[in-house]
């Protein structure tokens, strides 16, 4: 599944959008914790997280993360929602919890296979 | 390519809006330079882990990285507090993160580890009062584990 699909299943509301929405999911991954998410996040990942300042932006970008589900409706503060644009990641929104939001993904991965 | 690219990094204190910068320098530096994708994410943790840390612990730095065709040397310097006890801020979880900075989502205390892990050899030298220098070596061949 891409992260194009990911965002026409309406599922989620977008943050931003990057222009290369093509990338594969490899699977959801969750943890607040920058270190914890930059050492053990697999490649790929959508990355479901409640922390939204622009340390998640950047752990997301060098762990090659696809794309990033800020959950429990949290927000990127503005300082976050300008480096989004400039760094091209994408960013989704998701009301519920952080495990609802992955088991999302999960499944429409899982569906997908 | 060169013998050798030598990349210079300075690190501003306390600027978390900047934190990463460096690494995604280099990271797409790599990348653009044909280096494999697993090599260039490991360069890629273990260089933010350390920027990161310049950033908390020890009022920013400088970072040298040295890229060959088979060997990427990272090396941070700075002129902060200086680490107590190596061996115990090597260990996992270990962590002297405040509170404000543990709001960020740092202070898992888990960097130092993270580029242990990561790199192929890391020596740390600290000296309470004058500052800390950190040498990671990651090989460019594939490792046999
Ligand atoms: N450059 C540094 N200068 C001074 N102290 C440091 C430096 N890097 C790491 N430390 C110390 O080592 C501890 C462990 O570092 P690390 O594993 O990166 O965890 P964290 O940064 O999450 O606290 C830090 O909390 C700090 O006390
Ligand atoms: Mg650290």
């Given at each position: 599944m891409t992260v194009e699909e990911l965002i026409e299943s309406k599922k989620f509301s977008v943050i931003n959008k990057a222009s290369n929405t093509n990338k594969e999911i490899s699977k959801p991954y969750t943890c607040d914790l920058l270190s914890i998410a930059m050492g053990k996040m697999p490649e790929r990942a959508a990355w479901v997280t409640v922390m939204g300042n622009i340390n998640t932006l950047a752990v997301s970008a060098l762990a090659d993360a696809s794309c990033i589900i800020l959950a429990e409706g949290c927000a990127l503060d503005e300082v976050a929602k300008m480096k989004a644009k400039e760094q091209d990641i994408t960013v989704l929104s998701y009301d519920g919890p952080i495990f609802e939001g992955a088991l999302i993904i999960y499944n429409m991965l899982v569906a997908n296979e | 390519m060169n013998d050798q690219i030598v990349l210079h990094y300075e690190i501003p204190s306390d600027d978390f809006t900047r934190a990463g910068e460096a690494s995604s320098n280099v990271k797409k530096k790599l990348k653009k330079m044909g280096f494999d994708p697993e090599i260039v994410r490991r360069v890629a943790i273990t260089m933010y882990e350390g920027e990161i840390n310049m950033i908390i612990h020890a009022n920013g730095g400088y970072i040298d990285v040295i890229i060959t065709l088979d060997k990427i040397e990272i090396i941070f310097n700075d002129s902060g507090p200086?680490?107590?006890n190596i061996e115990l801020a090597m260990s996992a979880g270990f962590s002297t993160a405040p509170d404000n900075i543990r709001s960020l989502?740092?202070?898992?205390?888990?960097g130092l580890p993270n580029m242990k892990n990561y790199s192929d050899e890391i020596n740390v030298e600290s000296k309470i009062g004058k500052g800390t220098k950190v040498y990671a070596k990651i090989l460019v061949t594939k490792r046999i584990d």
């Amino acid at each position: 599944m891409t992260v194009e699909e990911l965002i026409e299943s309406k599922k989620f509301s977008v943050i931003n959008k990057a222009s290369n929405t093509n990338k594969e999911i490899s699977k959801p991954y969750t943890c607040d914790l920058l270190s914890i998410a930059m050492g053990k996040m697999p490649e790929r990942a959508a990355w479901v997280t409640v922390m939204g300042n622009i340390n998640t932006l950047a752990v997301s970008a060098l762990a090659d993360a696809s794309c990033i589900i800020l959950a429990e409706g949290c927000a990127l503060d503005e300082v976050a929602k300008m480096k989004a644009k400039e760094q091209d990641i994408t960013v989704l929104s998701y009301d519920g919890p952080i495990f609802e939001g992955a088991l999302i993904i999960y499944n429409m991965l899982v569906a997908n296979e | 390519m060169n013998d050798q690219i030598v990349l210079h990094y300075e690190i501003p204190s306390d600027d978390f809006t900047r934190a990463g910068e460096a690494s995604s320098n280099v990271k797409k530096k790599l990348k653009k330079m044909g280096f494999d994708p697993e090599i260039v994410r490991r360069v890629a943790i273990t260089m933010y882990e350390g920027e990161i840390n310049m950033i908390i612990h020890a009022n920013g730095g400088y970072i040298d990285v040295i890229i060959t065709l088979d060997k990427i040397e990272i090396i941070f310097n700075d002129s902060g507090p200086g680490i107590e006890n190596i061996e115990l801020a090597m260990s996992a979880g270990f962590s002297t993160a405040p509170d404000n900075i543990r709001s960020l989502g740092f202070g898992a205390g888990m960097g130092l580890p993270n580029m242990k892990n990561y790199s192929d050899e890391i020596n740390v030298e600290s000296k309470i009062g004058k500052g800390t220098k950190v040498y990671a070596k990651i090989l460019v061949t594939k490792r046999i584990d």
